[in-house]
């Protein structure tokens, strides 16, 4: 899913916003997850660039994403790709399951220090 992922970001000339800030959320229009990811980080003092996606990119995410699942036959259930998706000092961190879990094991403060997004 990762390869995937940074393909299409790159693909969509994401790469550039990626590199080029500490903490970024990539995210549908009107997603109410990628603004619940946004106050997290706030509420640390990390302030993500934010990105927002159309739905034609989440539409053509979602068929690319489902027909290499079907070609190589993982499973039969088609699923629609993870938003909002967070990188955190150019590495992908996931979605906001993921952000959530790093931050309950205390790995997100670390990891927040080491992108230089935050300085306490």
């Not at 299409?8 to 590199?19: D, F």
């Not at 079907?70 to 906001?96: C, H, Q, R, Y």
């Not at 952000?99 to 670390?110: D, Y």
Request: charged share 20%.
């Amino acid at each position: 899913m990762e390869q995937f992922l940074m393909a299409v970001i790159k693909e969509e000339g994401l790469i550039s916003i990626v590199k080029g800030s500490m903490v970024v959320i990539v995210g549908k229009r009107a997603c109410y997850m990628s603004y619940v990811a946004q106050r997290l980080l706030e509420g640390l003092k990390a302030y993500p660039t934010i990105y927002e996606v159309s739905e034609m990119f989440v539409a053509r995410m979602t068929l690319i994403h489902n027909l290499g699942r079907i070609l190589s036959e993982d499973d039969n259930t088609l699923v629609a790709p993870l938003f909002p998706v967070i990188f955190i000092g150019e590495k992908l961190v996931g979605g906001l399951n993921r952000l959530i879990t790093i931050h309950v094991t205390s790995k997100l403060i670390p990891m927040l220090k080491g992108a230089g997004a935050i300085w306490f």
